[in-house]
């Protein structure tokens, strides 16, 4: 069964620290890769896809790197939008999944 | 500006239905494959279906396939879920977004509608 994690499940950091958050796949995807932001109360919003491009409007702060099994997700300077949850989502894999989130919070 | 607005969601019992509808608008929608994404109070996301640019190709996930129907009215620029025998675990807020292709389909999904709030319960 093909499976992806995400870790830490928490991370709590201050403004303006850098946020590395990892997402592993149990099978090659290849970049087939993807990461959400979904702060509380409101629709997620696609950030990076095929594991390095940013999405139309996102701010150069996120970036993304990996392939194969294992991603991150860094946020070089964390601004105070930028607490929220964040998912990773594989579409290599029939059907595509997510990861059960990292939650990113003040500390 | 895109947009998707969600109705339809509400309070059932289990082998109730409902019938989800999302309003497009800000885009070509008869170019895009459009789907369903749950989400269950507190929990993470699931996909749920699927259907391309004309209508004619759907896709489920096994948890709901032979109960829900997934359809599109593209001279409304609407999409639909149809959702029949529905059970507790159901429950869920259900996003309507768009594929990010407008030529074929991705699987990435962006924008996302807020959702509506689906409960199962009796």
């Known amino acids: 069964e093909f499976v992806l994690t995400q870790s830490p499940a928490t991370l709590s950091l201050s403004p303006g620290d850098r946020a590395t958050l990892s997402c592993r796949a149990s099978q090659s995807l290849s970049n087939y890769l993807a990461w959400y932001q979904q702060k509380p109360g409101q629709a997620p919003r696609l950030l990076i896809y095929d594991a390095s491009n940013r999405a139309t409007g996102i701010p150069a702060r996120f970036s993304g790197s990996g392939s194969g099994t294992d991603f991150t997700l860094t946020i070089s300077s964390l601004e105070p939008e930028d607490f929220a949850v964040y998912y990773c989502?594989?579409?290599?894999?029939?059907?595509?999944?997510f990861g059960p989130g990292t939650k990113v919070d003040i500390k | 500006e895109v947009q998707l607005v969600e109705s339809g969601g509400g309070f059932v019992q289990p082998g109730g239905s409902l019938r989800l509808s999302c309003a497009a608008s800000?885009?070509?929608?008869?170019?895009?494959?459009m789907h369903w994404v749950r989400q269950a109070p507190g929990k993470g996301l699931v996909w749920v279906s699927r259907?391309?640019?004309?209508?004619?190709?759907?896709s489920y996930a096994d948890s709901v396939k032979g109960r829900f129907t997934i359809s599109r009215d593209n001279a409304k620029n609407t999409l639909f879920l149809q959702m029949n025998s529905l059970r507790a675990e159901d429950t869920a807020v259900y996003h309507c977004?768009?594929?990010?292709?407008?030529?074929?389909?991705?699987?990435?999904?962006?924008?996302w509608g807020q959702g509506t709030l689906v409960t199962v319960s009796s």
């Open positions: 259907i391309n640019s004309d209508g004619s190709s759907t």
């Open positions: 800000g885009f070509t929608f008869n170019s895009h494959w």
């Open positions: 977004t768009r594929d990010t292709s407008s030529s074929w389909v991705n699987n990435w999904f962006d924008p």
């Open positions: 989502q594989q579409r290599s894999n029939w059907p595509p999944t």
